[in-house]
Every structure is written in C-alpha cells, then in structure tokens.
C-alpha cells in the first residue's frame, strides 16, 4: 500500500494518549481482514468481507488522504497492538438524504473493544476535523439496533436528529439492519462538549 509510505504520511498522524492513528500499511491488511470475517465485528453490517474486499477497503480509506485531506485512520496502541482497527472520516455517498456531508465512524477488532479506544480516537477525529479541516459538521449513522454504535456517538458530544432517520437505500425492506438513526455535531459543539468531564465509556 505505496500511499500510506509516502513521505507525507506523518502529516496526518493524530496522536491521543494511548492511540496512534496513522496511515495504512501494508502490514495491516492482515489483520484488517481476520477482523472483517469476524461475525461478531461484522454484526450490524451487510455481513463479513472476503480478505479481497477487505484490502479494497484498506485502500479506499487510506487513499482518501490524498483525495480529500482526511480520511479512515489504522488505529495503532504503542506497546500493545500494531493494528487494532480504524477510526476516521468519510464523505457521505449521495444517496443518503443528508448529502453532501462528512460522516465519523469506527471498527475495532473484538479484543479491543470495551477498553475506550473508539471513544478516545473519535474524539481525536473530530478534533482533526473541525480544527485542521475546518468541517463546520460532522454526522454518524448506524442501524437502529447497533446500540453500542450509537453510545460512542453521544460520548463525543453528538446529539440524535431524529428527523433524519432514515432506511438504508442499499438495504432490502424488511432487511433487519435497513433502518438507521442520524447523529450530528457542529463545530461549536463540539468545543462546548470537550470542556466536558472526559471518560473513556466503554467501547
């Protein structure tokens, strides 16, 4: 993966107190794809991803770097994993009723979750995009049954929006996971939210 060893990959690093998020390396696209076959990982998505559809993936968020400025950052724990997921930002597709907008959103392997690194990095991302982009906001959106989901969204300060819920177009009717709830954050917001007490939650 040439684009995640280009000299311009630290640019983007985002350092937290116990996370680093980074550019891809070709290094994590194993692991990457051992934890998109994970069905417990995988639940609240269409289903798992064959290792060729998890490199594609892998790609895609870290060419949007280059595309776009941001992007879905490998989230590295110095001294305990290499690779642990990712974390990041992503232009929402057109066929989503709140388009054109950025989402955040994040997938961890199994044995990292409960331990507050999808919070922790979350919270950095929307840092990188109000304050080194100059997003004025950023959405969430999940299935309506991914309660865990939605608990990271309002531990880093975003409120439901209700009237813009909505049923996935990519989704069948009757499909279980087709309908989804909204969430957004502005920038002001979010200044407001990190003058919070901060806790990791548990996600």
């Known amino acids: 993966?040439?684009?995640?060893?280009?000299?311009d990959a630290g640019l983007y690093e985002v350092r937290t107190e116990r996370l680093l998020m980074r550019r891809w390396r070709d290094s994590d696209l194993g692991a990457f794809a051992q934890m998109n076959a994970d069905p417990a990982v995988m639940e609240f998505m269409p289903g798992p991803l064959a290792a060729d559809e998890s490199h594609d993936l892998a790609r895609f968020a870290n060419a949007l770097f280059d595309s776009h400025g941001f992007g879905l950052w490998a989230v590295e724990v110095p001294g305990v994993a290499d690779f642990v997921g990712f974390v990041g930002l992503n232009p929402v597709g057109s066929e989503v009723p709140f388009a054109p907008s950025v989402e955040i959103g994040w997938r961890l392997a199994l044995p990292y979750w409960g331990?507050?690194?999808?919070?922790?990095?979350a919270r950095a991302a929307l840092g990188f995009a109000f304050s080194r982009v100059g997003l004025d906001e950023v959405v969430s959106y999940t299935a309506r049954i991914n309660h865990r989901s939605a608990a990271v969204m309002r531990r880093i300060g975003m409120r439901r929006d209700a009237s813009g819920d909505f049923d996935h177009p990519k989704l069948s009717p009757g499909h279980p996971l087709r309908s989804h709830v909204l969430y957004r954050i502005t920038q002001g917001e979010f200044r407001k939210s990190r003058a919070a007490p901060s806790e990791h939650g548990s996600v």
């Open 115 to 121: 331990l507050g690194y999808a919070t922790e990095a």
């Open 1 to 7: 993966m040439n684009t995640g060893e280009q000299h």
